[in-house]
T-cell receptor, first 111, second 116 residues
Framework: KQEVTQIPAALSVPEGENLVLNCSFTDSAIYNLQWFRQDPGKGLTSLLLIQSSQREQTSGRLNASLDKSSGRSTLYIAASQPGDSATYLCALTTGANNLFFGTGTRLTVIP | EAGVAQSPRYKIIEKRQSVAFWCNPISGHATLYWYQQILGQGPKLLIQFQNNGVVDDSQLPKDRFSAERLKGVDSTLKIQPAKLEDSAVYLC??????????????FGEGSRLTVL
């Protein structure tokens, strides 16, 4: 069974720092991987979607990479801002079309 | 483009009462999901619809939870009777199919349930 892990569970950084969030998975037979942002009391907002054939996707200050062979995806946030404070979740779709979520990393950017 | 709509946003009930949540997916999205998210955890899939047929309901507590998607558009999720451990945010998501696979997921704001 696919297991998705996000470490650390929480992260605090000063404003302006570049940071990396990690997502690990146990089965490399995935179809796509998606990064979401969740603000307190809100639903999930899609940030980036990486297809299994892709290595990375970029949107503004965000860059997501995918390495299926090592079972890892990273979300890179450049020049962090207080508005980036939220919980970030990764979710992947397997070849059997099942969707698995990680438990998330709660990011706090300190002004 | 309108997003996924959910209502109500908040609901407080006592245990053993019933509650219903409504979801309107993005227009044209054939796949609709209901997730349960308990505080501090990632979302857990309750049920997945493809048009108006159930694809996966293996984690739905069928003794108390039910869901339907009539006409392959709107969906309702019902809990009857509610238990304390049902306190959670219920998220609805939709996606367009890409061939036989799931495309990008789009979520609603969620319905927060508190069971007293």
């Amino acid at each position: 069974k696919q297991e998705v892990t996000q470490i650390p569970a929480a992260l605090s950084v000063p404003e302006g720092e570049n940071l990396v969030l990690n997502c690990s998975f146990t089965d490399s037979a995935i179809y796509n991987l998606q990064w979401f942002r969740q603000d307190p009391g809100k639903g999930l907002t899609s940030l980036l979607l990486i297809q299994s054939s892709q290595r990375e996707q970029t949107s503004g200050r965000l860059n997501a990479s995918l390495d299926k062979s090592s079972g890892r995806s990273t979300l890179y946030i450049a020049a962090s801002q207080p508005g980036d404070s939220a919980t970030y979740l990764c979710a992947l779709t397997t070849g059997a079309n099942n969707l698995f979520f990680g438990t998330g990393t709660r990011l706090t950017v300190i002004p | 483009e309108a997003g996924v709509a959910q209502s109500p946003r908040y609901k407080i009930i006592e245990k053993r009462q019933s509650v219903a949540f409504w979801c309107n997916p993005i227009s044209g999205h054939a796949t609709l999901y209901w997730y349960q998210q308990i505080l501090g955890q990632g979302p857990k899939l309750l049920i997945q619809f493809q048009n108006n047929g159930v694809v996966d309901d293996s984690q739905l507590p069928k003794d108390r939870f039910s869901a339907e998607r009539l006409k392959g558009v709107d969906s309702t999720l019902k809990i009857q009777p509610a238990k304390l451990e049902d306190s959670a945010v219920y998220l609805c998501a939709s996606s367009a199919r890409v061939g036989a696979r799931t495309g990008e997921l789009f979520f609603g704001e969620g319905s927060r349930l508190t069971v007293l």
